[in-house]
């Protein structure tokens, strides 16, 4: 009898996985910023061998779920647009994504660095209160990630949020160095900039980079061998290893919940902002190179884009000798093909 509830059980969550009314990756959604110039990926789920249309403009493209109801497809790539268009989903039901905007995307990610808020700053510069105060940016569009860390990549983000419109409210709790980059950018190009951030504070480079990407070099290889056994201890007396706190500080796991449900989402390239949790005290900054080519490796993989720029910011000068050796290290990776750095 237990076998056979147990089966039951078994059945019913496995039927409840794979069949489901239709759905959308929590990527998308209204005000959101689509790439120009791009093929641009849509994908979700919905009941096995069911027909999905996707509506943008004057398209209309059609698809159908695999046999365990993931479905995905491509519109054709459209030109920068600051009118307003819905992109419409429709199955068993229609779901629309309304106020979508085409223009220049970017990924941000990092530590405190770069989640730092602008609300922050304009505590302790009169000059960025100022311009938060006015930022009424209708054409910038902001979409925050945070989610716990993942041992295993995930499909879905799942956080409850959203694409946001930049205004004096809601830029508060926009990335400081996320809003600053995207403004300058829609100031030069007089276009829609859409940004995607999914930094963290507190936490290594070792987390952000796919586990696929730590294969390619001996130091990042044992890092991941040591991670997946939970290791802490290992990880932080090898050389050029990491002082993980705890799993979230594991090779991989937050790109698996923070980035891997982002691709294939088309964008224009990466921004990094992060170095400290890797030279700090108990940290050894050594390889810090290889990490930030393993970086651009896996994200440039994970979307498909092996030309994909990705800029970064050095680390300031400090009083610290591990500071000074990883400035050097990040200096090194600009030997890196399609990047550049940002020297503060």
Known sequence: MLKITSLFVFLNLFFSVVYAELKVADIFSSNMVLQ?????????????????????????????????????LKLESEIVTSQPNSLKVSSDKTIEFTNVLVGEVWFASGQSNMDWKVKNSAKNLAKIKVIADQADYPLIRYREINTKESLIEKNEICDGLSWTVCNPIT???????????????????????????????????????????????PVLKRELELGRAKNLEGLKNMVGGVYARNESWLPGTIYNSRIAPVA????????????ESNCGKGEDPRFYEEKMK???????????????????????QYDSANWVRMR??????????????SVI
């Open 264 to 275: 294939p989402y088309a964008m224009r390239g990466g921004l990094w902002y992060q170095a």
């Open 294 to 316: 393993a970086l651009m490796n896996g994200w440039r993989q994970a979307w498909n884009k092996p030309e994909m720029p990705i800029y970064y910011v050095q680390l300031p």
């Open 171 to 217: 830029v508060q709790n926009y990335s400081a160095v996320c809003f600053f980059t995207a403004l300058k950018l829609h100031q030069a190009l007089n276009v829609p900039i859409g940004i995607i951030e999914s930094a963290w504070g507190g936490h290594p480079i070792e987390p952000f980079i796919p586990e696929s990407a730590f294969e390619k070099h």
């Open 36 to 72: 120009s110039g791009e093929a641009l990926p849509i994908w979700g789920w919905a009941n096995p061998g069911d027909k999905i249309k996707v509506s943008f403009k004057k398209q209309e493209v059609f698809t159908t779920t695999d046999h365990l109801g993931k479905w995905s």
């Open 328 to 341: 050097e290290e990040q200096r090194r990776a600009m030997s890196h093909s399609d990047t550049g750095m």
